[in-house]
């Protein structure tokens, strides 16, 4: 009898943990101890051999429970479950997102290296890219979405790094404009860079389409990062992040992050197993109501224009790129106010069922102004460029009653184009 199948959101209620293994609690119990107790010194001393790599594990061999910087049921169990979306060999979560970013920038660049990257990218990366990485001596170069192929591998060529390059790292959906990068093409550009000696890694963060919509490594991606306070949190009560990516890989993650201490705890590891199990039917009513509030906001006489890859003009050539990455268009927004901040702040201070907050993915819609908020670092220059602009609106959606969210964004656009009739009149009245 051939053996069957189950889907990752069935897995999600059991997989990696037996009853028995806890008085028969149909859930797992949080782990709530430092330390583990061995049977024997020789099954300690097989245990850190195996956690510092000193040696390759035998044949059925796993690491056992040592102590919970390096290990823990609740840890374990979380990360074999998280393996199952984005079918990878293993995983490593830590306490945040921008952990698990710096972590992976950390360990595959080193002084002289080159990393290339996309732009934009949420705003702590981008800061850790611009200020923390040129103080240890990692070169850095950028390209965004409008760049061909053959642009990207000039700017490498003339960068006089080329032979440094390490690791292209890409957020893509871009954090906040929805802009979308061919992870093939990247892939490519790392192939061309690659030698025996060296690979050339990709790293891609697909916290914007969550493990549901997109999985990066089937596309030539090395390493996924997660901002999992998001979609795979999903309740806007816990912090944490995850990287995953085949077994080399993530060894090497899982053992920078054992030295920098970086690593959850069993009740954050706890509350994102709780979180997993809804994530399908969470994330799927929350693209449902982002695809109906998308295309009435298209059509609002209020809006300039809206970022969304349910939109997307199916003659475009990231269409095409989005048939191929993705398997639906994802719950964030961005919409462009016509006018500045002015009407930007107008409209998000006139909301009453969207939350004024950053974040996203949470069950609960939320907006915010990304120029000055998540990326008020980013240069004003790039911000320009990247069309992060004062009049831009970051909505995620949640899984409200989509007529509720469409009742509230109207009647606080209503409230903006009162305030643009006020200031006109106002103008007219003092010529």
């Given at each position: 009898m051939n053996k069957y199948n189950l889907s990752p959101e069935s897995l999600m209620m059991s997989y990696g943990y037996e009853p028995e293994w806890s008085e028969g609690a149909i859930k797992p119990p949080i782990f709530q101890t430092s330390t583990f107790v061995f049977k024997s010194a020789e099954e300690g001393k097989a245990y850190f051999e195996l956690a510092y790599g000193l040696r390759d594990k035998n044949k059925n061999e796993q690491l056992g429970l040592i102590y919970s910087r390096l290990n823990n049921p609740n840890l374990e169990i979380l990360e074999n479950r998280l393996c199952l979306w984005d079918k990878a060999d293993d995983c490593a979560v830590f306490e945040s997102g921008m952990s698990a970013i710096s972590t992976v920038l950390m360990e595959f660049l080193k002084p002289g290296d080159l990393l290339l990257y996309s732009s934009p990218v949420y705003g702590g990366t981008d800061h850790f890219i611009h200020h923390f990485l040129p103080s240890i001596g990692v070169n850095t170069l950028c390209f965004d979405a409008s760049d061909s192929k053959e642009d990207i591998i000039e700017r490498i060529e003339q960068s006089g790094y080329k032979a440094n390059l390490s690791l292209i790292y890409i957020e893509t959906p871009a954090n906040p404009t929805n802009d979308i990068i061919d992870i093939s093409v990247c892939k490519e550009i790392a192939d061309l860079y690659s030698s025996e000696e060296k690979k050339v890694h990709i790293a891609v963060d697909n916290t914007y389409m969550g493990p549901l919509w997109s999985q990066p490594l089937k596309h030539g991606a090395d390493i996924v990062l997660y901002s999992a306070t998001k979609y795979i949190g999903g309740h806007?009560?816990?912090?944490?992040?995850?990287?995953?990516?085949?077994?080399?890989?993530?060894?090497?993650?899982?053992?920078?992050?054992?030295?920098?201490?970086?690593?959850?705890?069993?009740?954050?590891?706890?509350?994102?197993?709780?979180?997993?199990?809804?994530?399908?039917?969470?994330?799927?009513?929350?693209?449902?109501?982002?695809?109906?509030?998308?295309?009435?906001?298209?059509?609002?006489?209020?809006?300039?224009?809206?970022?969304?890859?349910?939109?997307?003009?199916?003659?475009?050539?990231?269409?095409?790129?989005?048939?191929?990455?993705?398997?639906?268009?994802?719950?964030?927004?961005?919409?462009?106010?016509?006018?500045?901040?002015?009407?930007?702040?107008?409209?998000?201070?006139?909301?009453?069922?969207?939350?004024?907050?950053?974040?996203?993915?949470?069950?609960?819609?939320?907006?915010?102004?990304?120029?000055?908020?998540?990326?008020?670092?980013?240069?004003?220059?790039?911000?320009?460029?990247?069309?992060?602009?004062?009049?831009?609106?970051?909505?995620?959606?949640?899984?409200?009653?989509?007529?509720?969210?469409?009742?509230?964004?109207?009647?606080?656009?209503?409230k903006v184009a009162m305030l643009d009739t006020a200031k006109s009149s106002d103008f007219c009245g003092r010529v």
């Open positions: 806007s009560d816990v912090i944490a992040g995850a990287v995953l990516g085949n077994f080399e890989i993530i060894q090497r993650v899982k053992t920078l992050r054992t030295f920098l201490g970086n690593m959850p705890s069993p009740h954050t590891c706890w509350l994102l197993l709780r979180s997993l199990e809804t994530l399908k039917v969470r994330m799927e009513q929350q693209m449902q109501n982002a695809n109906i509030i998308a295309k009435y906001l298209n059509e609002h006489s209020q809006v300039e224009s809206v970022n969304y890859l349910g939109l997307l003009d199916k003659e475009s050539k990231n269409y095409k790129i989005y048939q191929k990455q993705y398997s639906a268009p994802g719950a964030m927004i961005s919409l462009y106010i016509k006018g500045g901040e002015e009407e930007a702040f107008f409209f998000l201070n006139n909301l009453k069922l969207f939350k004024l907050a950053v974040s996203l993915g949470s069950t609960e819609s939320l907006a915010q102004h990304p120029a000055s908020m998540t990326h008020a670092g980013v240069e004003p220059s790039s911000k320009q460029r990247l069309k992060i602009t004062d009049n831009l609106v970051r909505l995620s959606i949640g899984i409200e009653n989509y007529e509720d969210l469409i009742w509230d964004i109207n009647q606080a656009l209503e």
